[in-house]
């Protein structure tokens, strides 16, 4: 290599000379999370190649690896981010870090308390699936009783995610279609809890090829699992915010009872938690409606559970004021009662007031 800048030549190595294909597959064996490749790309993702050629030597891959305080098993797939820099490719000038964003933490309201960020501390997206109904399918082993999964948008576009839990090839008890018109700053995460029966885990995108998505699926040991229960079980009976909804007519497609919470502005992250334990231990069906404003719908959630052993537990991004939460039973009357818990996630931050717009 000459040792310019705008070479992109490394041990004897001319990249230029790869066509988009083995260029894509060049960057991916070294790790790096490629896009499309055009004419207004290829010269970033050229550079990007023969700076990591000429830093780790053809066909080697620098990789990181993290540990963790709490055990669990991260299924096909690994933590950690591509050690290509996304933006500066010199070799003599490092990359300055971003200014930590400035957030000043205050004191709960009253009746309300602050919960540290337990359940998700570490835990990344690792693998990509493609638009297109394209789908991963996820063995559970036989001691795990709870699986958590984070859905997000690889590229900030529209996300149409769904999630299945499957027992045997015709049962399905569990099904969450996640629609979201910026997935990349409002993510999915979610923990559900089911029968020690080996289920399958299956995440599949159901938009057009042009919205895939990033998904990270773990299960944890039985230890961090039981701990996991103890957080989501007093969220749930602490909760500032919790209704009952009643299923009510399908004739119509209107459902039944609708329940709306008001998310305070301190709130940067939310989590709700849907439950039939105390209720009549029936399965429910919902549509969780997330919006910023009115007729803004930022988040939408189908829900479909099979009971109380199957408490649905999810942490979304809420930030700023005029958030509010819409939940309706998509059930019949006998057959629909269930539980939603909101509370905040995380600590509590100060809030600028919401814009109001008069005309006097």
């Not at 060049?26 to 190649?49: C, D, F, H, W």
Request: charged residues 25%.
């Amino acid at each position: 290599m000459n040792g310019d800048e705008g070479s992109v030549s490394s041990f004897g190595t001319d990249v230029t000379d790869l066509n988009n294909e083995e260029l894509s597959e060049q960057l991916r064996s070294l790790g790096v999370n490629v896009g499309p490749i055009v004419g207004s790309t290829r010269r970033v993702y050229e550079l990007k190649l023969a700076k990591l050629l000429g830093a780790g030597g053809s066909g080697q891959q620098r990789t990181t690896t993290t540990t963790s305080t709490s055990t669990r098993t991260i299924i096909n797939g690994t933590n950690g981010t591509s050690a290509a820099d996304q933006d500066d490719y010199s070799d003599s000038e490092p990359e300055p870090e971003p200014a930590p964003a400035a957030t000043s933490t205050i004191e709960p309201p009253k009746g309300m308390m602050a919960v540290e960020e337990e359940l998700w501390d570490g835990k990344e997206t690792s693998m990509r699936i493609e638009g297109g109904n394209t789908l991963k399918t996820f063995k559970m082993p036989p001691h795990a009783e709870r699986v958590q999964y984070i859905i997000k948008s690889p590229n900030g576009r529209p996300l149409k995610a769904k999630v299945e839990l499957w027992i045997g090839p015709i049962r399905c008890v569990h099904e969450m279609l996640y629609d979201c018109m910026n997935g990349g700053n409002y993510p999915l995460k979610a923990t559900l809890q089911f029968k020690k029966l080996s289920p399958v885990l299956k995440v599949s995108t159901y938009g057009s090829f042009e919205f895939p998505l990033e998904c990270g699926v773990f299960v944890p040991s039985p230890d961090e699992s039981e701990k996991i229960g103890s957080i989501t079980e007093d969220m749930f009976y602490s909760a500032p915010m919790k209704d009952r909804v009643q299923g009510g007519s399908t004739l119509d497609n209107k459902g039944g009872a609708i329940r709306t919470f008001k998310i305070d502005p301190s709130w940067e992250k939310t989590q709700i938690m849907v439950w039939s334990k105390d209720v009549g231990k029936k399965s429910f069906k919902t549509n969780i409606e997330v919006l910023q404003g009115p007729n803004n719908q930022k988040q939408h959630i189908n829900l479909r559970c099979g009971g109380s052993t199957q408490p649905y537990h999810c942490v979304i991004d809420t930030p700023g004021p005029d958030w509010m939460l819409r939940c309706n039973s998509k059930k019949y009357l006998e057959d629909g009662l269930f539980e939603i818990a909101v509370a905040p996630y995380g600590e509590l931050v100060e809030s600028s007031p919401a814009v109001v717009m008069s005309g006097f």
